[in-house]
């Protein structure tokens, strides 16, 4: 398959908006400059081509973009499909993000938000090749990081979120203390 190597400038750059993604639309693969929008052009051709399932996979170390790249190419399919949610669909595949993200990150000694766990996102179209729904699974979480973490490692947000909120009225009942206590 095609293989793309991005890198996170850890910036903005106008590389990823609707006057790009529309010069990539329709394009074949090797035409334009290698882009994130090339790989979902011709994933996207090659479903309405083929009748068939495709897959893009975004890997990376922490911090690498993953995330993003895979929002840059929900907007891709949502723009060219002139989906009836249009550019919106990545906003509310990715709205369970501050959850997945909860109960799935941790501080490590490398990332203060690193993902313990990967992300399959399932994007449905209908019979015209337009947008019709979105499914996020997760796999892969680190249960040991539960019950262990390394020196200066942190366990998943959510236990200290919950520590946190300890004296809110709908948290008291657990008796949740300060999270350098509940060691």
């Known amino acids: 398959g095609i293989i793309l190597v991005a890198i996170n400038p850890y910036k903005q750059l106008p590389i990823y908006g609707d006057a790009i993604i529309h010069a990539y639309s329709g394009q074949n693969m090797g035409d334009m400059d290698p882009h994130i929008f090339a790989v979902a052009e011709e994933a996207y051709k090659q479903m309405a081509r083929n009748n068939k399932n495709q897959s893009i996979i975004v890997s990376g170390e922490s911090g690498a973009g993953k995330t993003v790249s895979a929002r840059y190419t929900m907007r891709y399919f949502a723009t060219v499909s002139k989906s009836s949610s249009n550019a919106h669909v990545e906003d509310k595949v990715l709205a369970s993000n501050p959850i997945t993200e909860a109960v799935g990150n941790a501080k490590t000694t490398r990332n203060d938000n ?48 919950l520590c946190a909120s300890a004296m809110q009225p709908e948290f008291r009942h657990l008796k949740l203390g300060r999270c350098q206590e509940n060691n």
């Open 114 to 161: 690193s993902s313990r766990f990967g992300k399959y996102t399932e994007i449905s179209f209908d019979q015209s090749y337009q947008i019709i729904g979105a499914n996020m699974r997760t796999y892969l979480l680190e249960k040991s990081r539960v019950v262990f973490q390394v020196e200066n490692e942190r366990n998943y947000h959510i236990f200290y979120q």
